[in-house]
């Protein structure tokens, strides 16, 4: 079964041919612009390649609503020239296969189920935390939409009382992406995430609010594992402070065998940052 696999982002393209046992033959990156100039470029990929479906996973906020009318849109997106953009219509079109739809983080966390550390789990949420923060939910066996799909990057924090920076989110200043993403880590300690390596507090503080917005998830959905990945959580330091955090906030409320076992149950991504791809290649099998 050759299948196409399309990770699109905000600022690259990452298409990908596979099959259905999430094997990857290979794999191009096109740059983000406008669908104008984009799509054509993806769209010849893939018709080459004589792919029997796509599976895409998409920034967002998309529509993956198959009774709507605009099930397979971009929608309002503040990536302004990609807002009501029908992505899923132009692949069908020009390629006349299927064409599977979901948002990028739920293709991640469906290529950790299907092919990952998470196989035979049938509630998991993955969490990237990366230029945003977005969160990828299965639960009971699917992928999590509920109204729209779920944004839970976006909840709102209780600021440390130490914390004097105000959070970047244009919407909510001080939700989980205002105050943990990438960008928000370089606006409040006006250097490079990467070059605060060393410095302790700021992983502390960083590890502070994820374990807040975990502690939120775990409460909420009950989740079997939690997966965190994107270019922050590269600081591996980080993950024993989470579970410590995480441990102290639940403060001995819930008692099962995974949050007895924090260090396998709060853990990072499995598949050397090809869950997307991988999900994809799911997404399109799915479709097919
Ligand atoms: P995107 O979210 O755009 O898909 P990434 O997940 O790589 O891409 O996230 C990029 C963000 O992650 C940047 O804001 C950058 O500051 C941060 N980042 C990338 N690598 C590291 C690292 N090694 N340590 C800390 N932060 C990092
Ligand atoms: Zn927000």
């Given at each position: 079964m050759l299948l196409g696999a399309l990770e699109a982002g905000g600022t690259k393209m990452v298409c990908a041919i596979g099959n259905e046992k999430g094997e990857i033959f290979e794999q191009v990156s096109i740059p983000t612009e406008t669908p104008e100039i984009t799509i054509p470029k993806m769209i010849s990929y893939f018709k080459e390649k004589k792919v029997e479906a796509l599976g895409i996973a998409c920034f967002g906020p998309i529509d993956p609503d198959k009774k709507s009318?605009?099930?397979g849109y971009i929608t309002?997106?503040?990536k302004l020239a990609w807002t009501n953009c029908n992505i899923v219509g132009a692949f069908e079109e020009a390629l006349g296969c299927p064409v599977g739809f979901d948002t990028d983080?739920?293709?991640s966390v469906l290529g950790e189920?299907?092919?990952?550390?998470?196989?035979?789990?049938?509630?998991?949420?993955?969490?990237?935390i990366g230029t945003g923060v977005g969160a990828g939910i299965y639960i009971e066996g699917n992928l999590l939409h509920g109204m729209l799909h779920p944004e839970a990057g976006h909840v709102l924090m209780r600021k440390r009382n130490d914390d004097t920076y105000e959070g970047k989110c244009p919407y909510h200043k001080a939700c989980l992406e205002g105050l943990?993403?990438?960008p928000a880590i370089e606006e409040r300690w006006g250097v490079s995430a990467r070059e605060l390596k060393d410095r302790a507090e700021?992983?502390?503080?960083e590890a502070y609010y994820i374990a807040q917005a975990l502690t939120g998830y775990i409460l909420t959905v009950s989740p079997e594992m939690i997966i965190l990945g994107g270019g922050v959580m590269h600081q591996e330091q980080l993950f024993p402070m989470i579970r410590s955090y995480v441990k102290e906030m639940?403060?001995?409320?819930i008692k099962t065998e995974e949050i007895d076992d924090l260090d396998h149950y709060i853990v990072p991504a499995s598949l050397n940052d090809d869950q997307g791809i991988m999900g994809c290649l799911e997404l399109a099998r799915q479709a097919l």
């Open positions: 009318a605009t099930y309002s997106t503040p983080v739920n293709g189920v299907t092919f990952g550390q998470a196989k035979g789990k049938s509630s998991v949420i993955y969490i990237t943990a993403a990438g700021v992983w502390d503080l639940l403060n001995g409320y």
